[in-house]
């Protein structure tokens, strides 16, 4: 093995090795409707809770805030809202850290949920592994060319 392809292989492996850790800052929450008062709770990919950060709760039809509070120590949170229209949870954990609950209806009585998600990002280590694996296959391809050229 040449020092070219040994180099390329050395950047990929620690490309996709590094690449892991970028997810273990995604946060999740998820909410739900109990005794009148919107419940929910945040936490990160390794399971550890979402602490003292902020939660907004916006009107989907005016985009108007109706609520804001904090997470526990605990990662949860409790807010009273009014039925009616549809809502959606922002949690913000800040350095980008963010995550969106939306309801239909707002109503605490229902329980469907529509979107549980985290707004996903190109990552540096991502665009790096790529371009490592693309820089792989062109020197495995260069080695094949060059094996069945003679």
Known sequence: MNRVTFTCLCIVLMSALFSSDALAHKITVFCWFENGALHGEGYFNSGDPVQNSSVRVVNLESRHMIAETTTSEKGTFAVSIEDGAPIEVILDAGQGHRATWQSETG????????????????????????????????????????????
């Open 107 to 150: 109503k605490t009585e229902e329980h469907k949920t529509i979107q549980h998600s985290q707004p996903e990002k190109t990552r540096l280590s991502s665009v790096i592994t790529a371009l490592g694996l693309i820089a792989a296959l062109f020197t495995m391809l260069s080695f094949w060319k060059r094996r069945h050229a003679a």
